[in-house]
């Protein structure tokens, strides 16, 4: 039993909780098929690309911000997002000049995009530039549960295992009880 003078009560009572955490924030998008659906994940995937790279030029500051223009917004993103290919391609010129007054973000931001977040943003918008709200706003959706599963307090192994397919990891056995 780990009760408080046991050492491995600090590690179970201060790890536990953030595994949990880390499994509840990520709950949503454990399902292979909502990946599948969406292909790209504006909140986990764009959203951080753009507040790392584009926020400080075009974000909330009025006194900084570049060209009028603010991605920080679902309006100001729209804006530069119409159904035209040309648009779309207009942010892809941009993201992959060679021509330094033309390169987002400007080589003197000195954040330029790897070559991982340019595929993400390209894949991001052939599928449609599909924007979504922070996911701070929007109503939590409990997840479907396969009706093969338990629907008890052990289906959670059920969405980490897909969590850990879906990622290409492998579960390590069971560990031996101690002795």
């Known amino acids: 039993m780990i009760t408080p003078s046991n050492p491995l ?9 953030l ?9 949503e998008g ?3 098929e909502s990946t599948e659906q969406t292909g790209t994940d504006f909140n986990r995937e764009i959203r951080p690309i753009l507040s790392d790279h584009c926020f400080a030029c075009h974000g909330p500051d009025e006194h900084d911000r570049k060209a009028d223009l603010r991605l920080d917004t679902t309006e100001g993103l729209r804006s530069i997002l119409s159904e035209e290919d040309d648009d779309r391609g207009f942010i892809l010129d ?15 931001f000195q954040k330029p995009l790897t070559s991982n977040q340019k595929r993400t943003i390209e894949k991001w918008l052939q599928l449609g530039a599909t924007i979504e709200r922070p996911w701070a706003f929007t109503t939590p959706q409990k997840p479907i549960v396969p009706e093969d599963i338990e629907q008890d307090s052990q289906s959670i192994d059920y969405f980490i295992q897909e969590r850990i397919k879906a990622n290409g990891l492998i579960k390590n056995p069971p560990a031996k009880p101690s002795e």
């Not at 009560?9 to 909780?17: E, H, K, Q």
């Not at 595994?19 to 709950?27: E, G, K, L």
């Not at 992959?96 to 080589?107: K, R, T, V």
């Open 9 to 17: 009560y600090r590690i179970f009572s201060t790890s536990l909780p």
């Open 19 to 27: 595994f949990v955490i880390f499994v509840a924030s990520n709950w």
């Open 30 to 32: 454990v399902s292979a």
């Open 94 to 108: 941009r993201i992959h000049s060679e021509d330094s007054d033309i390169l987002m973000p400007p080589p003197e």
